[in-house]
């Protein structure tokens, strides 16, 4: 672990992140620093300019907080490693929530938005829904639905066990901030819960997509900080969408809704995991916020 990273793990924040990064009055007031030394380091290393500004911005409000000398620049210093900015901030939003993160979790990333309320839509109607969210991670999924749906009865299940320490973190927070507990499951998607065999209306998954020979395809620093265990899922990136889609096929009731993201290159393939085994009908891919393929949706055949 390098320095800028083990001084990482020690923050805690609750500024907002990229991604539903907002620029407060306080933050307004950093706006030149913008325009700065700062911002040339960044799109340097590779950060996109639109980000390089708002990050620097961010950063240099935390680093006011934080109050050390020294400390505007080390966090630079990381963030041109491309350290992601969730990570040096110690947190990030997601759907209005605050998630803490950092080193050993995947940083909830803006698109998983889309298939959360198409998720939220259908929840809605129905009186006391029981979901499961399957590789959950910061707990990102399962906690806005808490937030959005407090009659449903969400649980969450992960694998790593470095990933389910900040699930628990966020749970806790999330509980005491009012939101109907969520009930977390150190476990395999492709195993879990098996007590609830037929009685889920929903299952719904962000899990890992990306195929082994995509090395070169998401941003070099989700490759670098994000655990690879969030990332890799086989030779064609559908290895977990496989499991999830067993998984969903046992623990839902008849007529229950599976919901799973996937790449902007699964359009096809992430659906035909779904058609290929005769469990279900209503099959269909769905766009995100940008309008690139990103989720399917299929319902249980009764
Ligand atoms: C792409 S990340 C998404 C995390 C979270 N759902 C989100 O949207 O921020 C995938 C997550 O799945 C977990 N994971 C990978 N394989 C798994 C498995 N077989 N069972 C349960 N969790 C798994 C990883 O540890 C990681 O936290």
Known sequence: MSACRESVLGYSSTTPSKGNFVLSDDLLQLAPLSDSAAVRQLIAAGVPAAEARADVVALAAHARRVGRPGEFERLIACRAERVPLSHL???????????RVGPGVF???????????????????QPAPLVVDLCTGSGTVALALANELSSATVHAVERDSQAFAWAQRNAEERARAGDTPVLLHLGDAGSCLPD??????????NPPYVALHEAHVPDVEVVKHDPGIALWAGAD??????????TAARLLKPGGLVVVEHSDRQGATAPAVFTATGAWEDVQDHVDHEGLDRFVTARRIA
């Open 237 to 246: 990136g559908l290895d977990v969408v496989r499991d999830v889609e067993r």
């Open 89 to 99: 901030l110690g947190s990030t939003t997601f759907r209005g929530i605050t998630l």
């Open 196 to 205: 609830l065999d037929g009685q889920l209306d929903m299952v719904i998954s």
């Open 107 to 125: 940083s909830p990333q803006p698109e998983t938005s889309s298939m959360v309320q198409w998720a939220v839509d259908r929840l809605r109607t």
